[in-house]
Each structure stands twice: as structure tokens, then as C-alpha cells.
């Protein structure tokens, strides 16, 4: 086999292979050996059928297979002689002429091929003990701690039924029928629904027109959908509404006690606390982490400068591009509406992509250094997970990643890089410092980089640490009001 190089450019590569005819029938041959003595052919005892006649008979289909073995496993072999690491699967280019395939499977001429691909660049580890990153703390006081149970326990909040006019704060159960231009529309009607005025759950003018109503009113209101409200047949639209208003009901006092605890499920007060105090602890966590996150990685991109392979760029930038585009359309934006052009937004996530890529062959390097491993356990960890997220398609999402290829790689890339941070945290300068809760869960600046005035969602998109349809009436399961949907997006 002879390995000829026909491009060394940058990171691309391309090799010529040839492997003779007569080593492919050779290779040939030796196949036909070991099947002369299990073949059965008529007129011949077993393991008495001539090469000759087992060749006429087979050579063709062993030689297919065997051009399917080269192609499939020589490129492996071929870069690891020559200490290579491909950034892509290699791409394997054969002849498409019929007649000189028939000849190569015949044995009649040489078996040639070509073999592109982009190496990854060699990555010289550098010192990183001058990195310094801020630690952002928050403590937390038993004042949030309890406004945050007091938020969860206004899902256990009892109400009762009162005599006199609506507050805010009471719960109105009615019945009600939208109308556009005088027209019901889908979505648009409910029978005891329930609201507590003041809630926000329906949209903007909604509760407010209810407030003062009694038990037995009727009354029609009229709204006006918000311009970006999720369904385009509403969005912007003036509706009216026809309200049956058949029972008001007060709250009753909401007390952190014992009795709150057990309403919720738990056997004490202090054991309420304890648990709202460790998921706000968790929510400030993730927060500080994603931040002392950043900031390694800011310092990283500075000290690793190189070319990257333009096949993992392109397919970094087509994910980001794609979803970009997916959350412009979402909000009914264009790139003018961002104050940007399309052109200008593709150089500037172009820049994120390389950014994304390079920092990743980076943390790979430095894990595969330090002896970074991703345990079964953690994996298995994960994949449950993934189940968790999807109730009644467990089965569905196991066969995706036991017949997947690249599936598993999927779940073990984060969980990679999370350790590589780790590891990281313990070589690099880290100081503690105490900030307030809005200081913390403030947007960093640096969010809004590399790319400035980049649609809608952007954040989401560019993350370098890593890759709600309404219904349309105010209903009590789902309430489209602007704030909600500006939570959503945040997320």
C-alpha cells in the first residue's frame, strides 16, 4: 500500500492510497481459502472446488467486501501512523467509473482512493495559575426565605366564598366567551374558570375590569391583545368579553407554621426552610457558577490563539445560525428590528462559533491531560435525566441513544467539560466575593458578546460554555400575558 500526501494546507490534508491489484488479490485469495472448505457447490465434495472456480463464482462479492473494509478502517490506521487527529469523519473518495470499478474488483488494476480531511491542530497547554476569577456569594437572610414560601404556598391557599365586590387578591370563578369584530374564536371560551385579580394571569385589562364585580354579575369588557402576542390571528386585535361572574371568594392568611408545612407535604416548618433555603442556594449556585464559568473561559479564549478546522466551525455556526433564526421568526423579528443586518449578524456569530470551537478542542486538551473521565455512573445519571424531562417517551428516548451513533457523546460532552472546569478551578486564582442578590442575577455585560445587536435570544445562542405556543383566550390553564411571555424568553 502506498500513502501518497496531495495537500498540506493549514489544518487540511489530503492523501492519495494506493494498494496494488495483485496485494488485492492476494487478499483476495486468502479470503477464498478460508471459505473453500464450508462452501457447497454442486458437483464438487466439500473442500475439493478449485480457487479457480470458488474465484469466478465469489471474487467479485469478497473483493466488494473487502474495499468495504479498506475504506471503512485504513483512514483510522493511515492517521494514526502519521499521528494525526481528524476534526471531522474523514471523507473517502473513489472512482465512479463503472469500468474501472469492474477492473479493481476483478484484480485487473489497483485499488486507488482519496482520503480528505482537517487535522486538529496541535494544542500547546500554557500556564494558567495567572488566571484570576471572582467568585460572586450571596447570603441568603430568612426574609427571602420565607417570601419564597410564602410564593409556593399560594398554591395551597384556601379561599372562601364572600358576600359584596371583588378585591384584588380574590378569586372570581366565571364563565366567559371572547369575541373578535362580534366572531367567537377558538380558544376563546371557558366555564368556571377560576382567577385571583391581581395575579396577572390573563391578559393586560383583563382582571383589572373585574375588579368591583359581584357574585351574579354579567358583564361584556373589552380588551386589546398585545401586537406580540403568540397567536398572529389575535396579536394586535381588539376582543370583547362576555362575563358570568358566579361566585367571589376571599383568601384566607397565609402563616409559616407547622400546618403550612404539612399542607405542602412535610412534617415541620423547619424542614420547609430548610429545603426552600437549599433550592435557593442551588438557583444562586447555578447562577455563580455560569459566571466564574465565563469569566475562565474570557481568559482562556486570550491565551489560546489558533487556527481552527473550518468543517467544526461550519457546523457550529449552522446550530447557532439555525437557532437564530428559529427565535426570529418566533418573535416576529427581522434583523432590522435588531439593528442589524443579516450579513453583519453572520460575521459576528461566525466569530462565536470559531470561539465555541476553539475553546472546546482546548478544554478537550486539557482534560485529556489531566486524566479528566466521565464515569458510567455520571452518564447513567444523565440519561435518566433526559428521561425526567420527558414523561411516557422513557422507551423512545432509550432507543435513540442505544441506536444513535454520536447519541452518548452527546450526554458525556457537558458533563466532560463541567469536570475539565472543575479541574481547572483548583489551578486557577479564585476570590470570594459578597454581592447582593440583583447584583448577582444582574446580566453580565459580557453576555451580549461577540455579537452586540444579535436577534432576540441571543444570550441563548451564544453560549460559549457548551449548543411555547399559548393558548389563545385568557383560560385558568394557561394565561397569555405579556409577562409571562417575557419570563419565558429570559429562560
Known amino acids: 500500500m502506498q500513502v501518497i500526501e496531495t495537500l498540506a494546507q493549514g489544518l487540511k490534508r489530503e492523501l492519495k492510497v494506493v494498494i496494488p491489484a495483485d496485494e488485492m488479490e492476494a487478499r483476495m485469495n486468502e479470503r477464498l481459502a478460508e471459505v473453500k472448505d464450508r462452501v457447497r457447490i454442486n458437483g464438487f465434495r466439500p473442500g475439493k472446488v478449485p480457487v479457480a472456480h470458488l474465484k469466478k463464482v465469489y471474487g467479485k462479492s469478497i473483493m466488494a467486501d473487502l474495499v468495504n473494509e479498506i475504506v471503512r478502517e485504513k483512514p483510522t490506521e493511515i ?5 494525526e487527529k481528524s476534526a471531522t469523519q474523514p471523507e473517502v473518495a473513489m472512482t465512479e467509473d463503472e469500468a474501472e470499478a469492474n477492473k479493481i474488483l476483478a484484480a485487473e488494476a489497483d485499488f486507488e482512493f482519496t482520503v480528505a480531511y482537517e487535522i486538529i491542530p496541535a494544542i500547546e497547554l500554557k500556564d494558567v495559575s495567572g488566571i484570576k ?68 394571569r ?23 391583545f398585545p401586537a406580540d402576542y403568540p397567536a398572529a390571528n389575535l396579536a394586535g386585535k381588539e376582543a370583547t368579553f362576555d362575563i358570568t361572574v358566579k361566585d367571589v371568594a ?39 457558577r ?106 423512545q428516548i432509550l432507543d435513540y441513544f442505544r441506536n444513535t451513533p454520536g ?4 450526554l458525556r460532552a457537558p458533563l466532560f467539560e463541567e469536570k475539565v472546569v472543575d479541574h481547572l478551578l483548583t489551578e486557577v486564582s479564585v476570590t470570594d466575593k459578597k454581592v447582593s442578590k440583583d447584583a448577582l442575577m444582574a446580566e453580565d455585560e459580557a453576555d451580549d458578546k461577540p455579537a452586540k445587536k444579535a436577534p432576540a435570544k441571543k444570550k441563548t445562542a451564544a453560549k460559549a460554555e457548551t449548543a411555547e405556543g399559548e393558548e389563545a383566550a385568557p383560560t385558568k390553564k394557561k394565561a397569555p400575558t405579556k409577562k409571562k411571555a417575557a419570563d419565558e424568553s429570559a429562560e
Not at 492517521?79 to 499521528?83: A, I, K, N, P
Not at 390573563?202 to 386589546?224: N, S
Not at 404539612?262 to 449556585?285: A, C, H, P
Open 250 to 288: 376571599a383568601a384566607a392568611p397565609l402563616e409559616i407554621n407547622d400546618e403550612l408545612a404539612t399542607k405542602l407535604g412535610l412534617e415541620s416548618v423547619d424542614k420547609l426552610k430548610e429545603i426552600v433555603r437549599g433550592q435557593i442556594e442551588s438557583q444562586y449556585g447555578s447562577v455563580t
Open 202 to 224: 390573563f391578559i393586560p385589562g383583563f382582571e383589572e375590569q373585574l375588579v368591583g364585580a359581584k357574585a351574579g354579575d354579567e358583564k361584556t369588557i373589552t380588551v386589546t
Open 407 to 410: 447519541a452518548a457523546a452527546s
Open 133 to 200: 476569577v471572582t467568585r460572586e456569594v450571596v447570603d441568603i437572610s430568612d426574609e427571602e426565605v420565607n417570601e419564597q414560601i410564602l410564593r409556593i404556598a399560594e398554591s395551597a391557599r384556601t379561599y372562601e366564598s364572600k358576600k359584596g365586590k371583588a378585591e384584588n387578591g380574590d378569586r372570581v370563578t366565571i364563565d366567559y366567551l371572547g369575541k373578535v369584530d362580534g366572531v367567537a374564536f377558538d380558544g376563546g371560551k371557558d366555564e368556571d374558570a377560576e382567577l385571583v385579580l391581581g395575579s396577572n
Open 290 to 395: 455560569q459566571k466564574v464559568k465565563r469569566q475562565l473561559l474570557d481568559q482562556l479564549d486570550e491565551l489560546y490563539q489558533f487556527e481552527t478546522p473550518e468543517r467544526l466551525v461550519n457546523a457550529e455556526f449552522e446550530n447557532i445560525w439555525r437557532q437564530v433564526n428559529t427565535d426570529l421568526d418566533q418573535a416576529g423579528k427581522t434583523f432590522a428590528d435588531e439593528d442589524t443586518t443579516e450579513e453583519d449578524a453572520r460575521a459576528e456569530y461566525r466569530k462565536l462559533a470559531e470561539r465555541r470551537v476553539r475553546l472546546g478542542l482546548v478544554l478537550s486538551e486539557i482534560g485529556e491531560k489531566a486524566g479528566v473521565q466521565v464515569s458510567d455512573d455520571e452518564m447513567q445519571r444523565s440519561l435518566f435525566e433526559q428521561l425526567r424531562q420527558f414523561p411516557g417517551q422513557e422507551k
Open 79 to 83: 492517521l494514526t501512523s502519521r499521528g
